[in-house]
């Protein structure tokens, strides 16, 4: 059985760094699309983060390139978002996606991933 685990919320201040993580169950040596969505109250789920463990390839929302890095470590397992000079917002949910099968036309959009984390919130002040 697949699960996938968020980890690592927190609240900080703008312009702080914060690295959240996802532990990924169930997937012994297969590759996959991993990918990080956020939600705030009253919004849309957003793609912010994607990698193919295939190819080692990575994809990022425009609001966020530059300053998000997502990776994944070498047992395949786990994919860690590192979040730097993070910009002041409400309260979001990040959510961590996986799909173990196929192929994905769009990484960042929502429907094309499987399985789905129960979220892990981030803060960021003024």
């Known amino acids: 059985q697949v699960k996938v685990v968020e980890s690592g919320g927190d609240s900080i201040q703008a312009g702080g760094s914060l690295t959240i993580s996802c532990k990924v169950s169930g997937v012994s040596g297969r590759t996959m699309f991993m990918a990080w969505f956020r939600q705030a109250p009253g919004k849309e789920r957003e793609g912010i983060a994607a990698f193919f463990s295939g190819l080692s390839r990575t994809n990022y929302a425009d609001s966020v390139k530059g300053r998000f890095t997502i990776s994944q470590n070498k047992a395949g397992d786990t994919a860690t978002l590192q979040m730097n000079n993070l910009n002041p917002e409400a309260p979001a949910m990040y959510y961590c996606?996986?799909?173990?099968?196929?192929?994905?036309?769009?990484?960042?959009?929502?429907?094309?991933?499987?399985?789905w984390g129960q979220g892990t919130l981030v803060a960021v002040s003024c």
């Open positions: 996606a996986v799909k173990l099968s196929g192929y994905i036309n769009r990484p960042l959009r929502s429907y094309e991933y499987e399985y």
